[in-house]
């Protein structure tokens, strides 16, 4: 173990690691990385070591606690790889996250700017806040029996939970149920659990590295009329165990009342219904007056089918082949002026079907889509709606947008995680 070094946390990063500034005279260290750690905080840290170009420390004791510190909700807060703001007052946790949206886009924020900080950070503001899908992976406790749990930061070693505040509460029946059956050998132990929690019921998708040979079903449990359909996923591929198949739905805003859209166990949708609903209504006002909606790293249709129902005409397009059935499969059930492709977004792909947009969406996933930003004076759209789940490949796509010739008029920050070290942005940008 290396000597124990003494550091002040100046601030929180994205992600929630602390950067501590290192006030020990010797060191060879001036700054480091630190979990658990909050800003006003003086830490005795230990282990310090350099690893891919970035210096990390494990906390050995809080000196002095900042006023922001609390004592952490969680009993395994800091070993789950989970929440890294558990330790963060809540109502500081809107400010910090909106501060990391801001200061990934400050260098495309003008006077003109429209900014929107986080509203809301917890359950104190909407019952919906809880975390609605998510992935349990099964492991063993010291008594040897199977758990069904969030792995450890920077580990594989699988978390015991008593209950987990973050999910909801029929998630979390769900998940001790599992676990029990687990214990009872009902069923074969898979690597990882999947669940995603809809309007009237929840995919649970049990995952197998092997060939999934189940000799019984897991529990048919429900809560409120909440039904369970099951599927697994082996090497083999994608199958319902549960039968009949329930059909899954969403619930969606548009400018005239709620749609439903059909949601299967491989579609993807935000983490939390609530944020998921203000994303949608957000687009719907920055979308005002357009006919014409290009929608690209799609989905099945989540941002834009909404759109489609309000009176506008959309074209989409998905990486994912499934996807891409399931948005279309959506807009036929709907009756809806809609129509979805599969294109690689990420390579080489004809863009000529979503040239001259009255709106363009961008959805991508955490690396981004900086190849579609630098195709905007090609694509030509009026307006461009930017949607990120990370701050670095919004700050990267953001300054390819100003690059080619576009101006930030509005960009907002939410938090669909709460706890967690994740912040979502939407930008508008215009010509």
């Not at 006003?40 to 282990?47: E, F, I, R, V």
């Not at 003008?110 to 986080?118: A, D």
């Not at 104190?124 to 749990?149: C, T």
């Not at 935000?270 to 998921?276: A, D, H």
Request: hydrophobic share 40%; aromatic share 8%; charged share 20%.
């Amino acid at each position: 173990m290396s000597d124990v070094l003494l550091g002040k946390v100046k601030y929180l990063l994205p992600g929630g690691d602390a950067l501590v500034h290192i006030s020990s005279q010797g060191s060879h260290y001036k700054t480091c990385f630190v979990r658990q750690a909050i800003p006003g905080d003086l830490l005795s840290l230990s282990d310090a070591h350099k690893r891919r170009g970035v210096v990390r420390a494990s906390l050995a004791k809080v000196e002095e606690a900042s006023n922001k510190r609390v004592a952490a909700s969680c009993s395994i807060a800091a070993r789950c790889g989970g929440c890294a703001l558990q330790y963060l007052h809540k109502d500081a946790h809107a400010a910090v996250k909106s501060q990391w949206v801001r200061d990934a886009f400050a260098r495309v924020i003008t006077k003109n700017t429209q900014w929107l900080p986080v509203q809301t950070s917890g359950e104190s503001h909407d019952e919906d806040w809880h975390r609605r899908r998510l992935r349990w992976h099964v492991g063993s406790n010291q008594q040897k029996q199977a758990i069904l749990g969030f792995r450890a930061y920077q580990s594989h070693e699988v978390v015991e939970i008593d209950d987990c505040m973050v999910l909801t509460a029929e998630l979390e029946a769900l998940r001790k149920a599992l676990q029990l059956t687990l214990r009872n050998r009902v069923i074969k132990k898979p690597e990882s659990v999947y669940a995603v929690q809809l309007s009237d019921a929840i995919h649970v998708v049990l995952e197998y590295t092997g060939k999934c040979a189940l000799d019984a079903m897991p529990p048919d449990i429900a809560w409120q009329g909440l039904k369970l359909q099951y599927w697994c996923r082996d090497k083999e591929g994608l199958r319902a165990l549960s039968k009949p198949v329930y059909q899954l739905y969403d619930y969606l805003p548009t400018a005239t009342g709620d749609i439903a859209i059909h949601i299967g166990p491989d579609d993807f949708v935000q983490g939390q219904k609530s944020g998921n609903r203000m994303m949608i209504e957000q687009i719907l006002a920055w979308s005002a007056g357009a006919k014409y909606v290009v929608d690209l790293f799609s989905g099945a249709g989540n941002l834009s089918l909404p759109l489609a129902a309000s009176g506008m005409q959309v074209m989409g397009a998905e990486v994912n082949v499934a996807s891409v059935r399931a948005a279309n499969a959506n807009a036929k059930r709907l009756k809806l002026p809609a129509t979805y492709q599969q294109s690689d977004l990420f390579g080489r792909f004809d863009s000529s079907p979503f040239v001259g947009a009255d709106i363009l969406i961008v959805d991508p996933p955490r690396k981004g889509a900086k190849k579609i930003c630098g195709l905007m004076n090609r694509l030509l759209p009026q307006k461009v709606i930017l949607v990120h789940c990370d701050v670095l490949s919004g700050e990267r796509d953001a300054l390819e947008m100003k690059a080619q010739g576009y101006h930030l008029q509005a960009l907002r920050a939410l938090d669909l995680f709460p706890y967690s070290g994740h912040v979502e942005s939407m930008s508008l940008w215009t010509r």
